[in-house]
């Protein structure tokens, strides 16, 4: 049974930084490839961004782009996002999926490509 678990949430100021983690378990992690997403009130869930099985490709929205990097360590079952600069309007409910449908090798930021997820943290950014 896969089980994601984040953390890292929190409220910070305007232009200061996060790093959310997602332990992952009950699975073969380096057999799924990996997304963070986030979902503010009264929005739609979007892909912020994504990486590949084995970490060597990665994607983003372009409103993070510069600031956000996501990583995994393969070896600890865990992905991270790593928020930098953050803006008010990066205040969401943060959550990370893991997915395996065909083509398990690429990156994928649409939600439908993922088939578990974590129950989610909470960012706030405060102007």
């Known amino acids: 049974q896969v089980q994601l678990v984040e953390s890292g949430g929190g409220s910070v100021q305007s232009g200061g930084s996060l790093r959310l983690s997602c332990q992952a378990s009950?699975?073969?992690?380096?057999?799924?490839?990996m997304g963070w997403f986030r979902q503010a009130p009264g929005k739609e869930r979007e892909g912020v961004a994504a990486?590949?099985?084995?970490?060597?490709?990665?994607s983003y929205i372009d409103s993070v782009k510069g600031r956000f990097t996501v990583s995994r360590d393969n070896a600890k079952n865990t992905l991270y996002l790593q928020m930098n600069r953050l803006k008010p309007e990066d205040t969401a409910m943060y959550y990370c999926?893991?997915?395996?449908?065909?083509?398990?090798?690429?990156?994928?930021?649409?939600?439908?490509?993922?088939?578990?997820w974590g129950q989610g943290t909470q960012v706030t950014v405060s102007s």
């Open positions: 990486i590949s099985r084995r970490g060597s490709t990665t």
């Open positions: 009950g699975y073969t992690y380096s057999n799924y490839y």
């Open positions: 999926a893991a997915g395996s449908q065909w083509p398990s090798s690429g990156v994928y930021l649409s939600p439908g490509r993922y088939d578990n």
